[in-house]
């Protein structure tokens, strides 16, 4: 419990530091909502099918209390990038970046 307390905290302050920043557009429109889309469900399907292919016990327990694997995956997504849940989490937060980007520009306080 304490974990996804610590996340919703991340993703906050994540959603805060993107909303305070300056905006411009650097995608014209459509692209400026296709791209984000795109780039978060391909980071997502890493992100899942990694966590499937890991199981419960690979994905979080792994090598901190030497629970490791018997033998190495090879499949999907491992197939396809080294690190899948790296690369997926790296593209979800790109896609959060630019989504929040193509929002229009805020009043300073309004939230």
């Known amino acids: 419990m304490l974990v ?6 991340r993703f906050d302050r994540y ?10 557009p650097i995608l014209p429109e459509p692209l400026n909502k296709i791209v984000p889309a795109i780039l978060f469900l391909v ?7 990694s966590t499937y292919a890991l199981g419960v016990t690979g994905t979080f327990l792994g090598d901190y ?6 033998h190495k995956i ?3 997504p ?7 849940m790296y690369t997926g989490s790296t593209l ?8 929040c980007v193509a929002l229009p520009v805020r009043a300073p306080g309004w939230r």
């Not at 209390?65 to 018997?70: E, R, V």
């Not at 491992?78 to 899948?84: A, E, G, L």
């Not at 979800?92 to 970046?97: K, S, V």
């Open 4 to 9: 996804y307390m610590i996340e919703l905290t």
């Open 15 to 24: 959603e805060r530091a993107l909303n305070d920043q300056p905006q411009h």
């Open 43 to 49: 980071g997502q399907t890493f992100v899942i099918t």
């Open 65 to 70: 209390f030497g629970i490791l694997l018997d």
């Open 74 to 76: 090879e499949g999907f």
């Open 78 to 84: 491992f197939s396809v990038v080294r690190d899948p």
């Open 92 to 99: 979800c937060f790109l896609a959060g970046a630019l989504w």
